[in-house]
Structures are given as structure tokens and as C-alpha cells.
């Protein structure tokens, strides 16, 4: 690896006891850069140009590293490469396709050191929908592999836009997963735990998404907002419920007038947001009483020239070190101009500042010679932690003193009708069971006058709901139920 020379990439000391799974990416024509505690350097990763076996990397591109920041492998939504740069094994024939804005995205299994989530969408031939091919780390003599039986796994079978994420759960173990579908306004959200992926709700809020649903979105690094862009000029903005998976509080700043709206990112302590067309780079201040208002330009890029060749302003990420980097890539996939302005990355070197303070500066990463294209990795914050006094935990370690002296159940789950609640050492007359939608409306409280109480629930729409059972006003137990 050969030293970038750049005095901005040095960290401050506030990262270098964090994980570290953000640390190598890798991207576009054979570029990669590893940030480590003190610089940041450039590597050639297998990622290329090159059209043969799915390998043109545009926009689809994830990748993940250990805790110590040692890569362990990366994808481009249909070829998965290890840290030796190579194929993995069974790491070819992942529905997907490499022109997807946030394609592909990798999250540890909960509880887990060796097995991760792939998650893929594809939107084009015969496979419609979202993935996930599940790598084992230890296959391969370490290098890991693709688990037999586990790739092109259906999470959902259907039209979705171009837009995956995730965020942490307030429970600090947790994952929801976000897509949504397409042409509509609709999130799916899935909650990933260490013992399955499964939906967790459908949530109907902001604009209705365009065909094929081009643009970023993206949370803010504390998880508290979920922002997305597209191309016929949305830019909505919501706030998110780690503990719940709530989607709320739609804030449409949408622009018709200015199209290709395709990137965007909050800066790393949410003071600001980031968004773009092919052309401008804009700010939103989240501080600002009239945040619609709050809107300045940045740059204005002066090689984006419609319709002939032209270089766009394409996909935001944060870095380790909380600036973040910004690509122009060439419009053209292949015969790409061998040129400074593709062959480095923008970046935004103060983003919490107002306007100009927040000193962009174009073409500052220099690539080593490699092209970047539209995409860079889409990565979560995989260093966010518990939500300190959430009041949702499912993994149930803090709720009350008396928890583990408590031996509760609620069954059948999923119900139709009627449910049981069973519990030992109940105080009589003294507990209630107390059921909440997703986005947190109470719909059910009902009292526990024996060790073993059903009830009728028959009249709730079916869905997910979050129960909780309170003993004297302290809640002593949590979970989820599942009507059908």
C-alpha cells in the first residue's frame, strides 16, 4: 500500500477505540483506500471495469472488515471478492446488478463473529426483489466463503426502488433493514436478529417514489434520521424510532425545478444534510427553525456539460473520521476518459459548519491512478451502540430488578384471536399486559389476574405489535407479537 499524502486524512484520537468494520473500501475501477488510526492509504482491490463475469462496478458496492480493520471481503451486489482479492468461494451468481444506487449492504449476524448478512436488491430480469447470501468466515481457511444453500435467499419477492439501509437497534445488538417499493411511498422494514430476518412493518409516509427509485438514501450516524433523494427532485426527510422502526415527522424539501437528484448524507453530528444533483452540491441546516429555507449551494460542479461527455456529482459516505467523500464519475460505463477529475474523490472536510465553512474542496483524494465511478461502499454505522434509557429493549437486560425472577410466555405468537399470557410469580390483580403499534400508539391494556389470563385480541389489524408486562407500574417484561 503506498501512503496517501494528505495531512486532512489524519484522525482525531475520539475514533481510535471504535470498530473498525468501515476501515477498507473498496470501489469503482480497482480503487481501494484502508483508513487506519493515523493516515489513510490506497490498495488495488478486484473491483474493475471490466464487463466479463458481472465485474463493472458502478454503483453497487459494499464492503465489510473485522473489528480490528482487517478486510474480509467486499461485493458488487453479483460477485463477492475475499481480502486476498479473489473470487470467494461459491462468491458468484448473486441476483443483482452492478447499476443499482444503494445495492448491496452487509451486516454482521447478531450474536455472531463469523457469519454475515449479504443483502442484495435486483430489479432487472426474472429476479425481483431483496437478498441475501450468508458468508461464513470460516470457510475457506479463514478466507470465508458463501454457505451452500444460503445465496439468492428471498427476503422480499417484488419491485423495489434503488435504496437499502440500516441502522442499528436501540437494543444495541439489532438491525432493521430498510427498503422501499417501488414507484410508492411505502418502507418495508425488516428487523434482523440472531435468529432470523423477518418484516417487521410496512409504513406508508413521504413522496411517492419515481420507476426504479434512483437516488441515495441514508440515516444520520446517531440513527435518529432517515433522509433520501431522487431523480425527479425529492429530498425527504424523516426522523426514525431506533427502539420501534417508526418512520415519522416527513419533512418534504423537494425541489421539481432541479432534477438528478442522486446523493446525499448527514454530516457526523447531524447539524446538516447533504444532498446533490448531477450538478450542485446543496446543505440543509437541521438546526434552522425553517429547515426548507436553511437551503445553500455549495459548488456548483463546472464539468457536468448535458448533454455531451460530462462528469457527475454521484454517491455521498461518511468516512471513519467523519468527513465526508464525494465522487465524479463519468457518464459513460465503459471507454471512461482517463482524466484528474474521475481519478479522485471530492470531499467535504468540515460538513457540521455552515455554508462555505464547511470547506469542500473538489478533487482532493487522489485515487493512485484508478478511476472512481458512481458508487462508494454503503456502509452503516456499525459502531452505534445501545440507545441509553430507550424504552424499548428486546434484548430485556435492563428493564427491572425482578426480570429474571419472572418466567413469562404469550402464545400462540403468531395469533388470530386469542392469546394466553402465562407468567410465575405474578402479584395478583397487579400486572396488565399492555400491546403498542410499531410507530408506539397504545391499542390493548388489559389486566393479569391469574398465572395464566387469555385474551381476546381479535379485534387488532393484523400486523407486528410490541407487548409489555407491567407489575405495579414497572415494566418487568417486553416483546413481539404477531397477528395473522
Known amino acids: 500500500m503506498k501512503n496517501l499524502i494528505l495531512s486532512s486524512l489524519i ?3 475520539c475514533f481510535c477505540s471504535a470498530q473498525k468494520q468501515d476501515n477498507n473500501w473498496c470501489f469503482g475501477d ?32 459494499s464492503s465489510i472488515s473485522d473489528s480490528a480493520g482487517n478486510l474480509l471481503f467486499y461485493s458488487n451486489g453479483s460477485i463477492v471478492w475475499n481480502a486476498n482479492h479473489e473470487i470467494m468461494q461459491n462468491g458468484l451468481g448473486l441476483y443483482s446488478n452492478t447499476s443499482v444506487t444503494n445495492g448491496s449492504l452487509i451486516i454482521q449476524r447478531p450474536n455472531d463473529s463469523s457469519l454475515y448478512y449479504l443483502f442484495h436488491i435486483n430489479n432487472y430480469i426474472d429476479h425481483f426483489g431483496l437478498f441475501y447470501a450468508l458468508v461464513d468466515m470460516n470457510l475457506d481457511q479463514g478466507l470465508g466463503g458463501v454457505v451452500s444453500g444460503q445465496k439468492n435467499v428471498t427476503v422480499y ?7 437499502l439501509s440500516a441502522v442499528k437497534h436501540a437494543n444495541g445488538r439489532d438491525w432493521w433493514i430498510i427498503v422501499r417499493k417501488d414507484e410508492t411511498n411505502d418502507f418495508y422494514t425488516y428487523l434482523l436478529t440472531p435468529d432470523s430476518i423477518a418484516l417487521f412493518s410496512i409504513l406508508t409516509i413521504g413522496t411517492i417514489a419515481a ?19 431522487g431523480y425527479d427532485g425529492i429530498i425527504n426527510l424523516f426522523d426514525f424510532d431506533r427502539c420501534t422502526g417508526a418512520i415519522s415527522n416527513f419533512i418534504d424539501l423537494s425541489d421539481s425545478s432541479d ?10 453530528g447531524g447539524l ?4 446533490s444533483t448531477f450538478k450542485y452540491l446543496y446543505q440543509f441546516d437541521l438546526t434552522d427553525s425553517n429547515i426548507i429555507d436553511s437551503k445553500q449551494l455549495i459548488w456548483t460542479n463546472p464539468y457536468y ?22 465522487p465524479l464519475a463519468h457518464n459513460m460505463s465503459q471507454n471512461v476518459p482517463d482524466t484528474f477529475i474521475n481519478k479522485s474523490l471530492c470531499v467535504i472536510n468540515n460538513p457540521d459548519e455552515v455554508g462555505a465553512a464547511c470547506n469542500f474542496i473538489p478533487n482532493e483524494i487522489y485515487l493512485g491512478g484508478h478511476h472512481a465511478d458512481y458508487g462508494l461502499p454503503n456502509s452503516p454505522n456499525y459502531n452505534l451502540g445501545a440507545l441509553e434509557g430507550s424504552a424499548c429493549d428486546t434484548l ?4 427491572s430488578k425482578n426480570i429474571f425472577s419472572k418466567t413469562i410466555s404469550l402464545y400462540p405468537n403468531p395469533f388470530t384471536n386469542e392469546v394466553t399470557i402465562s407468567m410465575k410469580n405474578l402479584n395478583k390483580g397487579k400486572c396488565y399486559l399492555e400491546v403498542y403499534e410499531v410507530a408506539g400508539k397504545q391499542v390493548c391494556r388489559q389486566p393479569l389476574k391469574s398465572s395464566s389470563t387469555s385474551l381476546n385480541l381479535g379485534y387488532l389489524q393484523n400486523g407486528m405489535y410490541l407487548y409489555q408486562v407491567k407489575e405495579e407500574n414497572e415494566v418487568v417484561w417486553r416483546g413481539k407479537m404477531v397477528k395473522e
Open 396 to 399: 430485556a437486560t435492563s428493564v
Open 272 to 275: 446538516k444534510l447533504y444532498v
Open 211 to 229: 420507476l426504479s427509485d434512483q437516488g441515495e438514501m441514508t440515516f444520520s450516524h446517531s440513527g435518529e434520521k432517515l433522509a433520501l433523494v
Open 11 to 13: 484522525y482525531t484520537s
Open 305 to 326: 456539460i448535458f448533454p455531451y461527455d460530462e462528469f457527475l456529482l454521484c454517491e455521498h459516505q461518511i468516512t471513519p473520521d467523519g468527513r465526508i467523500f464525494i
Open 157 to 163: 419477492h417484488g419491485h423495489i426502488g434503488e435504496k
Open 30 to 61: 480497482s480503487c481501494g483506500i484502508n483508513f487506519s488510526d493515523t493516515t489513510a492509504t490506497f490498495f488495488t482491490s478486484a473491483s474493475s471495469f471490466d464487463t466479463t463475469l458481472s465485474n463493472l462496478n458502478l454503483e453497487n458496492i
Open 259 to 268: 432534477l438528478y437528484y442522486y446523493g446525499c448524507s448527514f454530516s457526523l
